[in-house]
């Protein structure tokens, strides 16, 4: 009796187990499959450096802190850290990365990615390293990243990005390390960026070299920078001067033609009823 009470009890805590595994399946979280699948359409591999990352491998790509995919770190079954630099990959940044929305670190640094930085990534709340550096990103650095309040490093350097710096990213207190380095940017650096001091660290002019139209401190100031505003005002009253010159000397030249014609038309008209000798 107490053998057969025995084994049921067995019987029933296998039954129990598999129920757990029933209801919690090692699967990765749906955000995460999503994510990854996406992000991977959106990406170009010529050299084909992603080949682990398979459809099957995004339902499941966790195995405690390893993944399944090449460039992943997980932790607790999520998508941790994505590593994929210098992998010769192409294409774009898929929107749909913010849905990896337990990523602490994303590097896809030195790639030939090309398009804007989604805006969605504001959506990557634990975000403390990105690191976009040596693509080929166009359009400007979008101001909403200034939500990722953990993010601690910003590298954007050799891309080609336009406009301002965002004012908001000063409001990034974590930020230590900032690199907009080689870009197109214009406009005046934020003197929340530029002029960090105090327990924040001070970005000096080489996170901002190589964007010949941006200026301020601690780049040369606008005055510096090419022709300087009294150069230009010299310029316009120069040439404002030397138009009434030109004016001027025509005028004086039209008047003593205008004299001359005159005055020859007058010996003219005596020489003409003068009598012939």
């Given at each position: ?7 049921q009890?067995?019987?029933?805590s296998a039954?129990f ?32 450096n992603?080949?682990?990352w ?5 339902a499941?790509?966790?195995n405690?802190f ?23 990959l ?9 849905k ?7 590097d ?6 090309s ?18 550096s040596?693509n ?6 979008p ?5 990722c ?8 350097h050799r ?21 907009v ?23 000096n ?24 505003v009294m150069?230009i ?11 009434l ?17 005159m005055a020859?038309?007058?010996?003219g008209?005596i020489s ?6």
């Amino acid at each position: 009796m107490k053998k057969h009470h025995h084994r049921q009890h067995h019987h029933i805590s296998a039954v129990f187990l598999l129920l757990i595994l029933h209801v919690h399946p090692s699967t990765s979280d749906p955000s995460d499959e999503a994510c990854l699948s996406q992000l991977f359409a959106s990406f170009q591999d010529p050299a084909h450096n992603l080949k682990n990352w398979t459809q099957p491998n995004f339902a499941n790509p966790c195995n405690g802190f390893d993944s399944h995919l090449q460039g992943a770190t997980c932790n607790n079954g999520r998508i941790f850290r994505l590593s994929l630099s210098s992998l010769s990959l192409q294409g774009t940044i898929s929107p749909s990365l913010s849905k990896c929305n337990n990523l602490q670190t994303l590097d896809l640094s030195s790639n030939s990615l090309s398009g804007e930085i989604p805006s969605e990534l504001k959506d990557l709340s634990n975000l403390a390293v990105l690191n976009l550096s040596g693509n080929r990103l166009s359009g400007q650095i979008p101001p909403s990243l200034y939500l990722c309040a953990y993010l601690n490093v910003i590298d954007l350097h050799r891309n080609q990005l336009v406009g301002p710096i965002p004012q908001q990213l000063g409001l990034l207190v974590r930020l230590n390390t900032f690199d907009v380095s080689y870009n197109k940017l214009s406009g005046v650096i934020p003197p929340s960026i530029g002029n960090r001091s105090g327990t924040l660290p001070r970005f000096n002019a080489t996170s901002f070299q190589g964007n010949k139209d941006l200026y301020g401190y601690p780049l040369e100031p606008y005055k510096n920078r090419g022709l300087s505003v009294m150069a230009i005002v010299g310029i316009g009253l120069g040439s404002g001067l030397l138009s009434l010159i030109v004016s001027f000397t025509v005028v004086c030249i039209w008047l003593k033609v205008s004299e001359q014609k005159m005055a020859a038309a007058e010996e003219g008209k005596i020489s003409h009823h003068m009598p012939d000798y």
